[in-house]
């Protein structure tokens, strides 16, 4: 179907490159609780952080002597783990909001891979929002993505072979995680947890019933795996979690290691004054 957009770029022999260098951010979520929550989840673990380290972008392959005025390209926007992980242990579903030209431009991936695919001409922004299951967070997580089809060096001539790829590393950071929802995770390759402070027993994990049941889908084996970025700035990402992690942990041992002595000062007080 035809596709219209404001930003279409016109370039007579672009070269089949990726696009630029990647961004990196980090988002914080808090999910709020009420008396339900408690009552399911458990308590809060304070002072402790998870981790959920994502990647978002497109991959636009040029459609050569198949390609027309409307359908140039095909091309292919996705949420997936910075390593390729099933996000479907944290992501409930993903809507992409494309450009209104196109028939049902919202549309939902309930399900990993969460992507989508399709042909057309133009660039535009691309809303993706990612909807948490209900012990993750309560808030959905908006991200902005310009669909990108044309490299940005226009020396050479278009490929079929070579793909034009753009994305975007995020690190989800979950704050004060509820027991269960940590209970469930802390063995998941797609999330980063920290350490558990001494003496915290967890309930044994319960899955959650939707992702449960749904087939799990790998996406290291996805077809077009060759061509996404290797995020070695999101290693580093990761390794400056783990430590973070680690100053909370110890700051939280000392916080209990204060109390402890204030409270024996407070017992010793009245036998001093005696």
Known sequence: MPQSSSTK???????????PNPKSQRTKMVKS???????????????????????????AFWLGKKASEFQSHKWTVYVRGATNEDLSVVVKRVDFQLHSSFNNPTRVVDGPPFELSECGWGEFEIVITLHFHTDVCDKPLHLYHHLKLYPEDESGPLS??????VESYDE???AEPSEAFFARVQNHPAVSVPRLPPGLNLPPPVP???????????????????WFTNF?????????TAARQQVQGHIARLRRQLSLIEGQ???LKPAADL
Request: aromatic share 2%; no cysteine; proline share 6%.
């Open 265 to 267: 000062h407070q017992q």
């Open 33 to 59: 609780s009420d008396d339900s929550d408690k009552k399911n989840s458990g308590k809060k673990l304070k002072e402790l952080e998870v981790g959920v380290p994502i990647v978002y972008g497109n991959i």
């Open 160 to 165: 079929t072979k070579r793909p034009v790829v």
């Open 208 to 226: 959650i019933e939707d992702v449960d049941r749904r087939k799990r889908s790998d996406s290291k084996d996805h077809p077009l795996s060759q």
């Open 172 to 174: 989800i950071v979950l």
């Open 232 to 240: 070695s700035e999101a290693d580093e990402l990761l390794k400056l």
């Open 9 to 19: 770029k016109h370039a007579q022999d672009p070269p089949d490159v990726t696009g």
